[in-house]
């Protein structure tokens, strides 16, 4: 798990609407080693898809700027490429699985030319041949071949997300963004869909980047997390660092916000207040004017990444000092 | 305790164009004064009608509403005025509730405007009152509901609902627009508010979590018919329809290292319109024999308040 398939270094975007510059990611590092599968975690405004497109390059144009940073897949700059090269990139090598199943197929076409077509667009082979292509991929998402002449709206939600995750993986590409893939989906459906997903990232060895809010999702599919919160990442590990041993105070507000199964609490204990206007963001730690550990000096200075160990790392003052702490427990 | 809201044999039927839907089919509740009732189900079980008709928003094909013990199934134009004031409604979307040509202040206010309860200056206190019950800033009162984030929109919402001093409210999907931190705000806040005032909730959702944490007893839903009914405890521990025991395994907890058994179920759902006689579950259902497919179980008790319609209850 060594090879790195992406890398995003101190990626920034911008909005530039009328009514100012929305600034929706601010320094984002991240990387994704081969095989691994990334949790982008955080609420509305965060960020999350904003930095999804721009590693599909798909930002509104020309609203939405990457303002600085680097995004390399595979070792390759993708700020680079030319219109041409992007076009063959995305689908191939990088394919993306909207949220709603309902209006991201296309209503007049049978689902399975829709899969045919992704396949033709990449690959030199006849039409005869990709529909067969489109038979198999077709049933290993679990819909029976004989339906590939019926129409999206002849499935039921789940089945349409199954046939979006076929086209995606059609030409079996390195890296797949799923942004929030089950979330219009009933929980019934949704337990079919991540238990497939989860499956077709053994059988086609694809990385993964899920986008989501609902840790449930994380701890079932991911072994990397990354909390984000106003565009920055403010904790980043792996699945047993976040949930075993969170950091941030964002983090453990996430989830204490959530109820328990398990336990009966009488109360939540939900994170105050809203997050910050994104056109106009504070100039310390975004997070302060909720944080219950908040210090004067947190509203002053934007807080320093935190080494934990060599993945664990926290966007915190708070957290400064327990790095040579731990390397002290550890010597 | 007397119940606040009961339903027996309730029942809505829609018209389509192969025939009937039977949206809410045969359901018999009963909710206790300040008690809160959850409904879950998923998408298409008729839930939110279940709801709209208890708001007389529907009328019913048949079956009986009866609130405070009077029969409340098809009142006249005045006496549903009259019922309106004790039953209000919390929406889903905070977005499309809320009237986009009205200030705060304005949309709080409709209400009581329209029973001619307040007037002038007291009207303005009152609202200034429900603004700070509800935990909105009182410099927003002129805005307007755009210029506003979901949950203070959510918050809205339920300081209207609240106007009127009802004694029952229907939440149709209050928190599933919000994000969990605002999510947790908003729960709170009815819970307090539940406690304050005494109000007698039925809570409709698709979020386990969600219902088990604000729920006394919860009724789970499927297709027009009620499939288990329990105190929420109790249904989590031990769920006894084999839907519910599949709903709950299927939810993700956010919790590693936890092995459960996940039951996946078939995909095949049997349509609501012209449905046939049997159990509406058993095309999807692991135990199902040929009895689940002829006759339909009515809810049996199986235990002290724990009801469950299932053939098979007792073997599985």
Partial sequence: MDEKILEIENLAVEYRTDDGVVKAVNGLDLTLEKGGTLGLVGETGAGKTTTALSIMRLLPDPQGVITSGSIKFAGQDILSLSKGELRKMRGQHISMVFQDPMTSLNPILTVGDQIAEAIRLHEKISRAEAAVRAQSMLERVGIPPNRYSEYPHQFSGGMKQRVVIAIALACNPQLLIADEPTTALDVTIQAQVLALMNKLKNDFETSMIIITHDLGVV???????????????????????????????????????IPDLDTRASRLTPIPGLAPDPSRLPKGCKFANRCSMKRPECVKTDPPVVNLDDLHRVKCLLAQGKDAEQHATLG | MLPLVETKGLKKHFRVPDGWLHAVDGIDISIGEGMTLGIVGESGCGKSTLGRLLLQLLEPTDGVIRFQQKDVSSPNKAQLKELRKDMQMIFQDPYSSLNPRMTVAEIISEPMRRYHLYKGAALRDRVTTLMNTVGLEQRLENSYPHELDGGRRQRIGIARALALEPKFIVCDEPVSALDVSIQAQILNLMMDLQEEYGLTYMFITHDLSVVKHISDDIAVMYLGQLVEQSPADRLFEEPRHPYSKALLSAIPRPKIRVERQRIILKEEISSPINPTPGCRFAPRCIYAVDECRTSNQELVEVDSGHFVACHRVNEI
């Fill in chain 1, 219 to 257: 701890a079932e599919m991911c072994d990397r997390v990354a909390i984000l919160y106003c565009g920055e990442i403010v904790e980043y590990g792996s699945l047993e660092d976040i949930f075993d041993h969170p950091e941030h105070p964002y983090t453990k507000g996430l989830f204490s916000s």
